[in-house]
């Protein structure tokens, strides 16, 4: 009995000296990954590019037919396929998941360097200044976007606009200097303004206002939820305030 043959699909995608279509890679791919024998036709110059567009009534490329049927863009295939298409807008925690999940790895890895093991109260101490200086970078990308979007529900950036481009900056001083364990008098006391503050502001807006807000924790074009992340983190920058007070 012969074995039926793959399913052909024909993939129109632009490979041009100085530019390949990383989504037509991705189609191929994908196409691949579902059995099918893929007719590849090259888009290798802009005329080529344009005159196809114009032929078939479309504005981008690629573009992916199957048994005839223009199925349409990489978005498109993925529909067709019955995969899920990731929506730009959405709001996810999926960068913080993996911040955090990194940060603690990290702190754990620089424990067992130093101390030869990675469960150490010092590894809970790096992981919450090493937490605290990749939020703080991530702020620092854009500091105009973070100052937006945090001027959204921050107390005290609502009446003094200034302080909504100091708080990245603060945070990653707190952060360096409570991981080296360095001026503990400054990196204190500004872990425990901004931090006490922060979760004030987020409590306010979430909890008692009931505010639906993007959190700027990750920086200004995050699509986290203000809400528990946010208050979390400030919560983080006040324990280890206090716990250094303590030591």
């Not at 791919?29 to 802009?46: F, M, N, Q, V």
């Not at 993996?98 to 603690?104: E, V």
């Not at 990245?168 to 952060?175: H, R, T, W």
Request: glycine residues 8%; charged residues 15%.
């Amino acid at each position: 009995m012969s074995r039926p043959s793959a399913p052909t699909a024909t993939l129109y995608r632009m490979a041009m000296p100085g530019h390949v279509c990383p989504y037509g890679l991705k189609a191929r791919a994908l196409l691949l990954s579902r059995g099918y024998r893929i007719e590849d036709r090259l888009l290798t110059t802009r005329e080529e590019t344009d005159a196809f567009k114009a032929a078939h009534g479309v504005k981008t490329t690629p573009q992916i037919f199957i048994d005839g049927e223009r199925i349409g863009g990489h978005d498109d295939l993925r529909r067709h396929l019955g995969l899920k298409v990731r929506d730009p807008g959405a709001l996810s925690y999926t960068p913080v998941i993996a911040l955090f999940a990194m940060t603690a790895l990290m702190a754990l890895a620089a424990s067992h360097a130093a101390f030869g093991t990675p469960f150490t109260v010092r590894a809970g101490e790096w992981f919450i200044a090493f937490s605290m200086c990749v939020l703080a970078m991530l702020k620092l990308r854009d500091v105009e976007g973070f100052a937006t979007m945090f001027l959204g529900y921050d107390l005290l950036a609502r009446r003094w606009v200034p302080y909504a481009r100091i708080y990245p900056f603060a945070e990653a001083l707190a952060g360096v200097l409570m991981a080296a364990g360095a001026l503990s008098w400054l990196s204190i006391p500004v872990a425990l303004f901004i931090g006490t503050i922060g979760a004030a502001s987020v409590f306010k807006a979430v909890y008692i206002d009931r505010r639906t807000l993007k959190c700027a924790c990750v920086g200004g074009d995050s699509n986290v939820p203000l809400g528990f992340v946010s208050l979390t983190e400030n919560l983080m920058m006040i324990a280890m305030a206090l716990w250094m007070l303590a030591m």
